[in-house]
C-alpha cells in the first residue's frame, strides 16, 4: 500500500474487512467488497484519455463511488453540484479542462455542452476489474473558491495533501470502524472532503441523507439518530441549530465547526454533550490547518473561540509584510506550511498563485490572507481577513470588530455587519440582525454596542431578520441580503 494514494489507503481496508459496511445512504448500503465493485463498474466508462473528470450528480453511494473510480484510475475529479447555475457549470468544467462529466440522467440538458456518461441511482456493480494507477503527485480533485476578479479560481489538490488531512484527522479524532460520518457538506467545499475521505479511509461509516433530509434540522438529526451518527462536520450555523435542540442523537460523540468564526452562544448547550472542535484552514491547504477543542475552555473575549495549533503535517507562522516573524502575541498574516499546502490554483492565475510562495529551503508557503496572533499558550487566535478595512468619516473601522460587538450583545441571536458605498463612493455599514426576543428594540441595542464602539463604528442602518441567508456552503449568502441604499450627500 502506497501510505499517499488515496485508493491504496481504501483498497488495504476493504482487504481487511470486506464485508464491513462502507456507506448508505436512503436508498441502499454498499459493503466495502461492494463498493469497490461499483467503482470498477464506473471507473470502465471513463474513457482512458480524459485527465479531469467532471462530477455533477445528487449525493448517493453512486456518486461517491464515481469520485473514487476517477481517482482510482490517476485522474482528477472536478464536482459541482447540479443545482449551480448553469453558466456557473459551464465555467467550472471548461476551465478546468474537464473532458467528461459524469452526471445523472436526469441532468442530462445541464450536461449537453459536455461528454457525459450516466450513473444512476441503483446501478449495478458489474464483473469487471480496472487497475489502481494513481500516484502521490497526482491531482486528486480541482475544487472551486470565490476569486477576487468576479470568476471562481480552482485550487488542485493531490492525493498527499488529502492523505496527510487523513493522518490529521485520525490523530486527533481516532475514527474507526464504530464511527459513522454524516456527509452533509456540498460537493464544492472542503468539508465534503473531510467528510468522505476521513470517514472511509478510516474504516469508519459514510452516512449519506437526502436533500429532503438536509432541509430539515429535525429531520436531518433523526436521520443521524436512526443512523447511530458519530461525527458532524460543519460551518457554525449548523451547529447553532442544533444547539437551540432539546436533544441530539443519542450516538453523537464529535462535532466540528469550520469555514467560519464560532462564537461561544452557538455551542453552550452541544458542549455539554459532545466533543466540540473549531477549526481553521482554506481549501488552499487541503480541509483544516488548525484544531482547537472547546470542552472545558473558555472562549476569547470577544465570545469567539480559537482557531487552536496545527494539525499534524502542518506548520503555521504568523508573519508581517515582509514574511518576518511578528513579535509573540502581535498580529499578522497567518502563513500555513507542511504537507497540506496544495499545488496553487489552475489555469491564467499568475496574481493568485503569488499568495504561494517558495522558500529557499524549497518549502511552499501559503499566505492566507488573515490575520491572527499567537496566544501565550501556543494557540492562534484568528482576526478577520487583511482586506476588509473600510474608511468611515475618515477613520479605518474594521466590520468584523463591528460584528463581533453586536455579536455580543444579549439582545441579539446572530448578525453580520456588511459594507456598501453611497453615490459619493463613501463607506458606510449595514448591520444584519436575528433578535432572540421579538420585542427587543434598536435604541437599546445601540446602547449596548455604544459600550465598546465610538459612535462612528455603529452601523448606519440595522435591518431586523428572521434568519441569515445560507448559500450552499453554509456561509452567509450576502447576495441575498437586502441592500440598504444611502444618498451620498453627507452632512
Known amino acids: 500500500m502506497n501510505a499517499n494514494v488515496i485508493y491504496e489507503i481504501l483498497h488495504d481496508k476493504t482487504k481487511a474487512a470486506p464485508n464491513a459496511l462502507a456507506m448508505f445512504d436512503e436508498e441502499r448500503s454498499l459493503t466495502r467488497e461492494e463498493f469497490e465493485r461499483l467503482i470498477d463498474t464506473i471507473a470502465v466508462k471513463i474513457p482512458a484519455e480524459a485527465r479531469r473528470v467532471g462530477i455533477m450528480m445528487e449525493h448517493s453511494v453512486e456518486m461517491i463511488a464515481a469520485i473514487f473510480a476517477v481517482l482510482k484510475v490517476g485522474k482528477t475529479y472536478v464536482p459541482v453540484e447540479p443545482f449551480f447555475?448553469?453558466?456557473?457549470?459551464?465555467?467550472?468544467?471548461?476551465?478546468?479542462?474537464?473532458?467528461?462529466?459524469?452526471?445523472?440522467?436526469?441532468?442530462?440538458?445541464?450536461?449537453?455542452?459536455?461528454?457525459?456518461?450516466?450513473?444512476?441511482?441503483?446501478?449495478?456493480?458489474?464483473?469487471?476489474?480496472?487497475?489502481?494507477?494513481?500516484?502521490?503527485?497526482?491531482?486528486?480533485?480541482?475544487?472551486?473558491?470565490?476569486?477576487?476578479?468576479?470568476?471562481?479560481?480552482?485550487?488542485?489538490?493531490?492525493?498527499?495533501?488529502?492523505?496527510?488531512?487523513v493522518r490529521a484527522f485520525q490523530r486527533e479524532f481516532h475514527p474507526n470502524e464504530t464511527d459513522t460520518m454524516l456527509q452533509y457538506s456540498v460537493c464544492s467545499f472542503d468539508i465534503f472532503v473531510e467528510e468522505v475521505f476521513t470517514a472511509l479511509l478510516s474504516g469508519a461509516v459514510l452516512a449519506i441523507p437526502s436533500a429532503e433530509t438536509k432541509k430539515s434540522i429535525h429531520l436531518l438529526m433523526e436521520f443521524a439518530d436512526k443512523n447511530n451518527v458519530t461525527e458532524i462536520s460543519g460551518f457554525p450555523y449548523l451547529l447553532l441549530e442544533m444547539n437551540r435542540l432539546p436533544k441530539l442523537p443519542k450516538s453523537l460523540r464529535l462535532l466540528i465547526s469550520g469555514g467560519d468564526v464560532l462564537r461561544a452562544g452557538y455551542i453552550d448547550n452541544l458542549i455539554e454533550k459532545a466533543e466540540v472542535y473549531n477549526t481553521y484552514g482554506p481549501s488552499e491547504t487541503t480541509v483544516c490547518a488548525s484544531y482547537y477543542r472547546c470542552n472545558d475552555a473558555e472562549p476569547l473575549a470577544d465570545g469567539t473561540y480559537p482557531v487552536g495549533k496545527p494539525v499534524f503535517g502542518v506548520q503555521i507562522e504568523i508573519l508581517d509584510e515582509s514574511l518576518a516573524p511578528v513579535k509573540p502575541g502581535e498580529k499578522g498574516e497567518i502563513c500555513i506550511l507542511g504537507n497540506g499546502v496544495s499545488a496553487g490554483y489552475i489555469g491564467d492565475r499568475?496574481?493568485?498563485?503569488?499568495?504561494?510562495?517558495?522558500?529557499?529551503?524549497?518549502?511552499?508557503?501559503?499566505?492566507?490572507?488573515?490575520?491572527?496572533?499567537?496566544?501565550?499558550?501556543?494557540?492562534?487566535a484568528f482576526l478577520h481577513r487583511k482586506d476588509t478595512q473600510v474608511m468611515i468619516l475618515g477613520k479605518r473601522v474594521e466590520p468584523a470588530e463591528v460584528e463581533s460587538v453586536l455579536c455580543n450583545c444579549p439582545q441579539v441571536e446572530k448578525a453580520v455587519v456588511r459594507t456598501y458605498t453611497d453615490e459619493q463612493n463613501l463607506s458606510y455599514m449595514a448591520a444584519y440582525v436575528v433578535l432572540k426576543q421579538p420585542e427587543a428594540n434598536l435604541s437599546a441595542l445601540k446602547k449596548e454596542m455604544g459600550r465598546f464602539l465610538p459612535n462612528y463604528m455603529i452601523p448606519e442602518f440595522f435591518v431586523r431578520m428572521s434568519s441569515l441567508p445560507l448559500n450552499a456552503n453554509g456561509k452567509v449568502d450576502s447576495g441575498a441580503l437586502p441592500v440598504v441604499m444611502k444618498e451620498g450627500d453627507v452632512v
Open 85 to 165: 447555475p448553469q453558466e456557473r457549470i459551464e465555467f467550472m468544467m471548461k476551465d478546468a479542462g474537464v473532458e467528461i462529466l459524469v452526471t445523472n440522467s436526469v441532468y442530462r440538458e445541464k450536461a449537453a455542452k459536455f461528454s457525459y456518461v450516466c450513473v444512476d441511482p441503483g446501478m449495478e456493480a458489474e464483473d469487471v476489474s480496472v487497475g489502481s494507477s494513481a500516484s502521490p503527485d497526482d491531482l486528486a480533485y480541482i475544487l472551486y473558491t470565490s476569486g477576487s476578479t468576479g470568476k471562481p479560481k480552482g485550487v488542485a489538490v493531490r492525493n498527499r495533501n488529502v492523505c496527510n488531512y
Open 350 to 380: 499568475k496574481k493568485e498563485n503569488e499568495a504561494f510562495v517558495t522558500r529557499q529551503d524549497g518549502s511552499v508557503l501559503y499566505r492566507s490572507g488573515d490575520l491572527g496572533y499567537f496566544l501565550p499558550d501556543g494557540n492562534i
